[in-house]
């Protein structure tokens, strides 16, 4: 059995819990609690889970009693077993209502083909989980997952080292911080380090911070299930507020890598961490402050995921770009094409700087900026157009593959052989004198989009009818596609409208 054969039957078991009333973001909660036990019970690490509240008790339990053992099993381990153990079930609760359907629910995943997964590896399994779930409008998780394209080409960018100590202050899921790990394990022989560095790899490099309880267990459960230590209450993804005074708890970054949540601080407030010289209730621009002041060791580097208000919202937007570009050197932003984040309509830019290593040196660091327009005339991105490496492709070329360096005269070389002249360059240079003119806004397009339709200019009405038809043809048979997944109807069945 495939990774994406076990993805789909493990979700597709949460149709099980569909007449409990149970939303999609619970379903995965519920899961990862048998999940983990099954787990440890396959992969021989019982000493994580107390005698007695093991996955093979669970299944020992009485059909007709199993349900409530089940509620005191998920109240104990939120106090008993190991770090991880008492981490993913914090406060746990099940929503599972009828024991019948908690007795189906532990007889499929036992069913399933562990010995295949393990092979293929049970991270890839949980992340494929976790992307499902935010793909889901009605789940309302895609605000914490980061399309996975996208984080690898923002890790493989910033080329994360084993010297590197990363953090993401608002970690989600976890998804920056297993990929800086395949990266590193990928390019280092790991495996061959003496036990000290091994040690330091698992316990001093990977540091995140989530405020959503549940949100943090989900990315316990992810980081554990790649192998990566978090057995160590200072280590892993630590709960809490990152704007505030908890966010001291996370050591200095020598690589930051983050998407911030979008929006303002709730009740409207602003950050309570006293650390801070620029205060706002817009919390990416907050995020943006408090990474580039506080976080990032000097000769350190980031790559922070920022919707398009942070380019260009004036008064303390304006003072905090303003600040950015003094003590750090911004060098790079890539305007993403809209659709490709789970949460529609956002527009979003990956900016990439980084902090000299002379601490005195904190003035004038930007001296140009760098802008790749990857948005304009793009595709409408989703479901249907999936956004994938190829279309960051031309952007490689553009940069090189490795932002730790900055490589102007091959950037310029780059534009200045653009086959479409230096107008229909993707990339353009701005220098920090231009910017200033333009009131630090960083809100830098030059390109006409053709793909943005304004009402004056919308096709015929027959046109709109043919596409609309179109995509509803489109709908349907994905629809069908899904009524034979589940047994409902043939595979030569047709849907009416």
């Known amino acids: 059995m495939s990774t994406q054969d076990l993805v789909a039957k493990l979700w597709n078991l949460c149709n099980l ?4 009333g149970v939303t999609y973001h619970e379903y995965i909660n519920e899961l990862t609690y048998l999940v983990f036990l099954k787990m440890v019970d396959e992969t021989g690490q019982e000493e994580h889970i107390p005698a007695g509240f093991r996955w093979s008790d669970l299944e020992g339990y009485n059909a007709a009693t199993r349900l409530e053992a089940y509620k005191k099993l998920l109240i104990h381990l939120g106090s008993h077993g190991s770090l991880i153990t008492k981490a993913i079930y914090a406060n746990a ?15 499929e995943i036992d069913k399933l083909d562990w010995y295949s997964a393990k092979a293929e590896g049970l991270g890839d399994m949980y992340e494929g989980l976790l992307e499902i779930n935010a793909g889901e409008k009605k789940s309302g998780a895609g605000q914490y997952f980061t399309p996975r394209v996208l984080i690898n080409a923002m890790v493989e960018l910033m080329k994360p080292q084993l010297a590197d100590v990363i953090v993401d202050p608002t970690a989600g899921t976890g998804g920056f911080l ?12 790991v495996a061959s380090l003496d036990e000290i560095a091994y040690d330091n790899y698992q316990h001093k490099t990977f540091f995140g911070m989530e405020l959503v309880p549940d949100t943090r267990r989900l990315a316990m459960m992810n980081l554990m299930l790649h192998d990566l230590a978090v057995d160590d209450q200072h280590a892993g993804i630590l709960f809490g507020d990152t704007l505030s005074n908890e966010g001291r ?3 200095a970054a020598s690589l930051i890598l983050a998407n911030p949540p979008f929006g303002t601080k709730q009740g409207g407030g602003v950050p309570t961490r006293d650390d801070l010289v620029h205060y706002t209730s817009n919390k990416q621009l907050a995020f943006l402050h408090l990474m580039y002041l506080r976080m990032l060791k000097p000769g350190g580097r980031a790559a922070v995921v920022l919707p398009d208000n942070v380019l260009f919202e004036s008064g303390m937007g304006r003072t905090i770009r303003k600040d950015l570009m003094e003590k750090c050197n911004l060098h790079t932003i890539l305007r993403l094409p809209t659709g490709i984040f789970y949460a529609a309509g956002v527009k979003t830019n990956v900016l990439f700087f980084s902090k000299p290593a002379d601490v005195r040196q904190d003035k004038g660091n930007t001296q140009n900026v760098w802008v790749y327009d990857l948005r304009a005339n793009m595709p409408q991105f989703g479901k249907r157009t999936v956004f994938s490496p190829s279309h960051l492709a031309e952007f490689y070329r553009a940069v090189g593959d490795d932002l730790t360096v900055v490589d102007e005269a091959a950037r310029q070389a780059f534009v200045a ?3 479409d002249g230096v107008e229909g360059c993707r990339m353009r240079c701005f220098s920090r004198e231009a910017i200033a003119a333009k009131d630090d806004s960083l809100d830098l397009a030059w390109i006409r989009d053709d793909s943005t339709e304004d009402s004056a200019n919308l096709p015929e009405p027959d046109v709109l009818i043919s596409a609309a038809l179109e995509e509803m043809a489109g709908a349907m048979s994905e629809l069908q596609a899904i009524l034979v997944e589940l047994g409902v109807v043939e595979d030569d069945s047709a849907v009416g409208v």
């Open 17 to 20: 819990l569909r007449d409990d």
């Open 93 to 107: 609760s099940t929503v599972i209502r009828k024991p019948a359907t908690l007795n189906k629910l532990v007889s």
């Open 178 to 189: 297993i990929s800086a790990h395949h990266y590193i394990i990928e390019h280092n022989d």
């Open 249 to 251: 708890a996370l050591p």
């Open 417 to 419: 052989g653009h086959p």
